[in-house]
C-alpha cells in the first residue's frame, strides 16, 4: 500500500491531482478510524509506523493551488475543515446549533428537486405537461436532420396488456426519443390489429346461447367493432402511462376503412400478378373455431400425447410382385402413424427409393411385452397373437428397433432397395381399394416409424405434395366440426380427434390389421386462440403462391440489417422452406376476400375490374359494404346485367394478411411517412408472423423489403425463468408495477421510469426476466441515479453559465473529469446506434454511482461547501458539474424521460441551444457535441488518473472494512 501511493510522487500535475483527494483519504485512513482496526488489513504496513496518511501525502502539494479562497497551499487538516460543514449540514437538517457560528461560511446544496420520485403523482404532471404543450410534435417539427421511421407493428385490440408488450412499447419509445436527441423528425404512428378470430370469439364467449342464434353476421361484426375500438381506448391509456410518445389521436386500426382499402388493394394487386389462387388443399383447420388457420397461428404446447399406431397393409400384386411372390399371401407393408383417423383416407404408401428394405418373419411374440414400457403405453395387436405365419416389409435399419418395440423376433428373408417396390399395389384395410407403392421425398427416414409412410393427400403437406405427383385421389371425409363424413361410410358422425380416432384403430385391430398401438409424446398444433388441436384437412382455399417471388424475398432478407445479426437465420429458413400461404378464414370478423362465385359453376370472378371496385366501395362505406349490400351493387357497372348470376364470397381474409399490409395502409398513405421504414421491432415469434407476412406481400407487390432494419426481442418470464401464468401466480402486471397494489409493502409503486429502466437493464436480444427482487433492484439504482442528479442540481443553485471557467483554465482533475464524461457519451453514443440498451444502463450505473458519486463528488464537497462563494475553485468545479448535468440528462432522457424532465423543470440556470433558443423540455435539447479538446487529454495523465481511480476502489473497500471491523468489535 505504501509503494503504491509513494508512486504517484514525482509529477507536479500528479501532485495537484492528490492535493484534491487528500481530505478524502484522511478520512478513510485516520488514526481514529484505525484504531478500533481488530484484524491484519492491507493497510497494516502502512499504519503500524503511526505515520497519518494526511503526511504522507503533504510534500505532493504545490503552490498557487488552493480548495479554500486565501489559503495559500490549500492542506488545512481535514478535521478542521469538518466543523463548518458538519454544522452546517446539521442546520440544514434542521439540528440545533449552539452559536450558529459557522451558517454564513458555508455553502450546502439548495435545490427543490426532492430525493423521492413521487412517481403516482409526479409522473402523470409531467405526462400532462408534454401533452399539453405537444412536446413531441413540436420537437419533431423543429428538428431538421431528415426523417426517421419506425413502424409499429400492432398489437391485438383483445386484452389488457402484459409485460411483453411493455417491453415491446418501451423499447420502441427508447430509439425514437433517442433519434429525436439526434436531430430526426420522428413519426410513429401506434397501430392495432382489430379483425380476426380472437375478437370475434370475445364476443360470442360474452353473450348467452339465445342471442347468438339471432346474431346475423352484419350484429356480430358490430359487437366486434364496439370491443375492438374500447379495447384500443384501454391499452392506448397504458401505453400512454408508460411514458410511450406517439401520435395518439392519429393511430392506425386495421378495421378503418382507408386501411381496409389499402388491403384490398394489395391483395389485387397480388392476384392480378397471378400469385393469388383457389385451390383444394390440405390446411390446419382448427375444428373449435371452425376455419383454416395460418402457421403463425398455432403454438405447440408440451405434454401432448398421441394415439400412435403400427398397422399392416396386405400386398396383393403390382408390377414388381416377382419380387415378392415367394411371401404372398401372407406379406404386408408396415407404417406407422399418429394419426390413426386419417386411415379411411389412405391413397398410398411411400418409400425412399434410396433405403434398403427387407422382408421380415415376424416370430415369437412375448406376451410380457403387452406391460406398460416407462411412460408409454403398449398394447400388441391381435395379428400379433395370431398363429399364422406372416411377413412384413420394413427398412433394413429399423429392424433391431422394431424388435425391441413390437417385442417379437423379426428374421431378415429378403432385401431390396425402396425403388424396387414401386408400383406395388396392396389392399385398403378399410374399404378394400387397390392402393399403389409409391417414392416419396427426403421426409421418408429411419429415424422412427417403419421407412414406410402412410399416405393421405388429403391430410398433409408432404403427402398431397406426393399425391400431385402419382395423381392420388384427394380424399379428406372430414367436416368443418371435425367429425367424420358420409364418405367415412361405418365412422360417419364421429370425432377425429375423439371416439373417430379410438374407432379406426379398434376396427383395424378387429381385422387383423394392427400391429401395435402405443402412446406418442411429441409436438402437436394447437390452435393458438381456443388451446384446442387442429387438424390437416383438404378444403377449397385462397392461397398466395410463394414461389413465384421466394428468390427474390430470400435475396431481399440479405439486403436487411436484422438485430441481434442470427436473426436473419431464423428468417431464411422459416421463408425458404414455408409452402404457399392460406389467406382465407371462415369467419364473419375480418376484410372480405372479393370473390364472386358463379351460382352453378362455382368459378370465382374476380378481376382487376372487380377488384377496383370493391375497394372504392370499401374506402368510402368500409368493409361491412360487403355484407350489406347487394351483389349488383358490389359489381361494377359492367357486370350488373349478370349480377343475378352471382353470389358474394363468405370467406374473408388471413389477419396476418391484414397486419402485413400495415406498410401499404400506414407508410404508403400517411403524410411525413415514407416507405420503406427505417425499422421494424418486435418479439422473435413474428419472424413467422408480422415480419413475414409484410415481405412476402411488399415483395409480391413493390419487388423490396418494407423495412429497412429489422430488431428482434425475446419473450418476459419470472425471475426463475418461467413462463408467465395465472395458474402458477408469477404474472408480473405492467400496471401494477406502476400503480402498485393493494398491499404497498407487497406490490410498491415504482412508476414507469423504474419499469423503463428495467428494459434499458436487459439483453432484449434473449428471452429477460422480470420479479420483485429484480424491481427492488431497479428501484434501488434508480433512487442512486435520482440522487446524483439531486447533488448536480443542489451544488448549481448559484451557478449561471457566465460562470464558466475557460478549459485551459481548470485544474487537471477537472480536465480528466470531462474526458470521462466525454468518453461516457461517446461509448453510450455508439450503444445506442447499435440498440445496444443494456450496455447504457451498465455505463450510466457505474458512471453515476462509482467515478463521480464515489470519488469526483466525494473530492469536490469541500471545493463546493467551504472554498468560497465566487472562488475559482468553486467555480472549476460547477463548470464541471453543469457540463455533467446538461450532458447526463440528455443520454438518460431517452430511457428515464419522467425523471430527466423532472431534472430539467427544476434546473437553477437558464440554458439555450446552440442556436439561441431557450430550452424549456428537455427534449428541446440536442444530442451532446463531440468536444475533442476534452478528449485530447494527455495520455500519461490518463494512465495516472487510472491508477488513482484504483487507488480510490482500494480506499472504499479499507473504509468499509473499518466500518465492518467498527461494528463488529465489542465497545
Known amino acids: 500500500m505504501s509503494s503504491f501511493f509513494k508512486s504517484f510522487a514525482g509529477n507536479p500535475r500528479e501532485a495537484a491531482a ?105 409522473e402523470p404532471e409531467l405526462q400532462k405537461l408534454w401533452d399539453e404543450n405537444q412536446v413531441f410534435k413540436r420537437v419533431s417539427d ?64 360474452s353473450l348467452d346461447q339465445e342471442v347468438r342464434k339471432e346474431l346475423t353476421p352484419l350484429k356480430l361484426r358490430a359487437k366486434a367493432a364496439k370491443f375492438a375500438k374500447a379495447t384500443v381506448k384501454t391499452q392506448m391509456e397504458s401505453f400512454k402511462r408508460f411514458g410511450v410518445w406517439a401520435d395518439w389521436n392519429n393511430p392506425y386500426l386495421t378495421l378503418d376503412p382507408e386501411y381496409e382499402a389499402a388491403q384490398i388493394e394489395v391483395f389485387g394487386q397480388m392476384a392480378l400478378k397471378g400469385y393469388i389462387y383457389r385451390g383444394r388443399k390440405p390446411v390446419h383447420w382448427s375444428p373449435s373455431s371452425r376455419t383454416a388457420l395460418a402457421e403463425a397461428e398455432l403454438e405447440y404446447p408440451e405434454g401432448h400425447i398421441s394415439k400412435s399406431i403400427y398397422a399392416i397393409f396386405k400386398v396383393v400384386g403390382g408390377a414388381k410382385t416377382s419380387l415378392l411372390d415367394e411371401f404372398v399371401p401372407n406379406i404386408c407393408l408396415a407404417v406407422w402413424t399418429t394419426t390413426p383417423w386419417t386411415m379411411p383416407a389412405n391413397a398410398a404408401v411411400a418409400v425412399n427409393a434410396k433405403l434398403q428394405y427387407s422382408v421380415v418373419e415376424v416370430q415369437s411374440f412375448s406376451e410380457d411385452e403387452s406391460a ?20 412384413v416389409i420394413v427398412a433394413t435399419d429399423l429392424v433391431p428397433a422394431l424388435e425391441a418395440k413390437w417385442g417379437v423376433k423379426l428374421i431378415i428373408s429378403k432385401t431390396f432397395l425402396g425403388s424396387d417396390l414401386e408400383n406395388c399395389r396392396y389392399t385398403h384395410p378399410i374399404d378394400n381399394r387397390d392402393c399403389p407403392v409409391v417414392i416419396g421425398g427426403d421426409y421418408i427416414t429411419t429415424e422412427s416409424g417403419t421407412g414406410l409412410v402412410h399416405t393421405a393427400p388429403g391430410h398433409g403437406q408432404e403427402d398431397y405434395a406426393t399425391g400431385l405427383k402419382y395423381g392420388l385421389p384427394l380424399i379428406s371425409p372430414v367436416d368443418d366440426e371435425g367429425k367424420f363424413t358420409e364418405e367415412a361410410g361405418r365412422f360417419r358422425g364421429l370425432s377425429v380427434l375423439g371416439e373417430g380416432n379410438s374407432a379406426v384403430v379398434s376396427y383395424l385391430d378387429e381385422n387383423m390389421s394392427l400391429v401395435m398401438e402405443e402412446s406418442y409424446a411429441h409436438k402437436y ?132 394478411f391484414d397486419s402485413g399490409s400495415s406498410w401499404a395502409g400506414v407508410l404508403g398513405k400517411r403524410e411525413g411517412l415514407s416507405f420503406p421504414a427505417d425499422v421494424y421491432l418486435e418479439g422473435t415469434d413474428q419472424h413467422r408472423g408480422w415480419f413475414q407476412s409484410s415481405l412476402l406481400t411488399s415483395i409480391a407487390t413493390q419487388g423490396k423489403a418494407p423495412y429497412s432494419a429489422v430488431i428482434t426481442h425475446g419473450f418476459v418470464l419470472d425471475e426463475k425463468g418461467m413462463k408467465m401464468s395465472k395458474s402458477l401466480g408469477n404474472v408480473v402486471d405492467p400496471h401494477l408495477v406502476i400503480e402498485g397494489g393493494k398491499n404497498s409493502k407487497d406490490a410498491p409503486a415504482y412508476g414507469a421510469d423504474v419499469m423503463r429502466l428495467w428494459v434499458s437493464s436487459v439483453d432484449y436480444t434473449g428471452d429477460v426476466l422480470i420479479g420483485p427482487q429484480i ?61 445496444q440498451f443494456f450496455k447504457i444502463f451498465q455505463i450510466i450505473q457505474r458512471f453515476t454511482i462509482v467515478d463521480l458519486s464515489n470519488f469526483y463528488f466525494d473530492i469536490a464537497k469541500d471545493r463546493l461547501y467551504t472554498g468560497g462563494t465566487s472562488s475559482f475553485t468553486r467555480r472549476s468545479c460547477q463548470t464541471v458539474l453543469s457540463t455533467h448535468l446538461l450532458s447526463i440528462l440528455r443520454v438518460i432522457a431517452p430511457i428515464v424521460p419522467h425523471l430527466a424532465e423532472d431534472v430539467w423543470q427544476n434546473l437553477p440556470f437558464e440554458y439555450r441551444n446552440e442556436d439561441g433558443s431557450a430550452a424549456k423540455f428537455v427534449f428541446e435539447l440536442k444530442w451532446p457535441t463531440v468536444n475533442e479538446q476534452w478528449l485530447s487529454f494527455p495520455a500519461e495523465d490518463v494512465l495516472f488518473w487510472q491508477r488513482l481511480l484504483r487507488a480510490n476502489e482500494v480506499l472504499t473497500e479499507a473504509r468499509l472494512l473499518l466500518v465492518e471491523n467498527y461494528f463488529q468489535t465489542p465497545s
Not at 406398460?372 to 397373437?385: A, D, E, H, S
Open 18 to 122: 492528490m492535493a484534491m483527494v487528500q481530505s478524502s483519504s484522511y478520512r478513510v485512513l485516520s488514526g481514529r478510524s484505525c484504531s478500533n482496526l481488530r484484524r491484519n488489513t492491507p493497510l497494516d504496513s502502512f499504519l503500524a509506523k503511526g505515520r497519518s496518511p494526511v503526511k504522507a501525502f503533504s510534500f505532493l502539494y504545490v503552490s498557487g493551488y488552493s480548495t479554500e479562497p486565501n489559503n495559500e497551499f490549500g492542506h488545512s487538516s481535514k478535521r478542521r475543515s469538518r466543523g463548518p460543514v458538519m454544522a452546517a449540514k446539521k442546520a440544514s437538517e434542521g439540528e440545533k446549533q449552539e452559536d450558529g457560528k459557522y451558517k454564513q461560511t458555508v455553502d450546502l446544496p439548495k435545490t427543490g428537486f426532492g430525493m423521492r420520485a413521487n412517481s403516482l403523482t409526479r
Open 142 to 205: 423543429n428538428n431538421n436532420g431528415g426523417s426517421f421511421i419506425l413502424h409499429d407493428g400492432p398489437p391485438y385490440a383483445n386484452g389488457d396488456l402484459h409485460m411483453g408488450h411493455a417491453l415491446n412499447k418501451i423499447l420502441k419509445d427508447i430509439i425514437n426519443r433517442y433519434k429525436l436527441l439526434q436531430n430526426y423528425k420522428v413519426q410513429y404512428v401506434p397501430g392495432w390489429d382489430c379483425h380476426g378470430l380472437p375478437i370475434e370469439l370475445k364476443v360470442l364467449q
Open 372 to 391: 406398460v414400457t416407462g411412460n408409454k403405453k403398449k398394447m400388441p395387436g391381435k395379428v400379433l397373437k395370431n398363429q399364422q405365419k406372416l411377413f
Open 525 to 656: 398444433p394447437y390452435d393458438w386462440r381456443t388451446k384446442k388441436p387442429t387438424i390437416f384437412r383438404a378444403t377449397e382455399q385462397w392461397f398466395a403462391s410463394v414461389e413465384g417471388f421466394r428468390t427474390a424475398t430470400m435475396d431481399a432478407i440479405n439486403n436487411v440489417k436484422w438485430v441481434p445479426d442470427q436473426a436473419v437465420n431464423r428468417i431464411s429458413a422459416m421463408t425458404s422452406s414455408r409452402s404457399d400461404w392460406c389467406i382465407s378464414r371462415q369467419r364473419t370478423w375480418g376484410v372480405p376476400i372479393p370473390a364472386f362465385y358463379h351460382v352453378k359453376t362455382k368459378e370465382p370472378l374476380m378481376n382487376e375490374e372487380t377488384i377496383n371496385h370493391v375497394k372504392s366501395v370499401i374506402s368510402q362505406k368500409g368493409s361491412d359494404a360487403w355484407w350489406y349490400m347487394s351483389v349488383e351493387d358490389l359489381l361494377p357497372e359492367k357486370y350488373r346485367d349478370k349480377a343475378a348470376d352471382y353470389e358474394k364470397g363468405t370467406d374473408t381474409m388471413d389477419v396476418w
Open 775 to 835: 424491481l427492488r433492484q431497479m428501484s434501488d439504482i434508480y433512487r442512486k441515479l435520482r440522487g446524483t442528479l439531486r447533488y448536480l442540481l443542489g451544488n448549481l443553485h448559484d451557478w449561471r453559465v457566465d460562470n464558466d471557467v475557460p478549459y485551459e483554465d481548470l485544474p487537471i482533475i477537472d480536465q480528466h473529469a470531462l474526458f470521462q464524461l466525454e468518453n461516457v457519451v461517446k461509448n453510450i453514443h455508439e450503444c445506442y446506434e447499435n440498440y
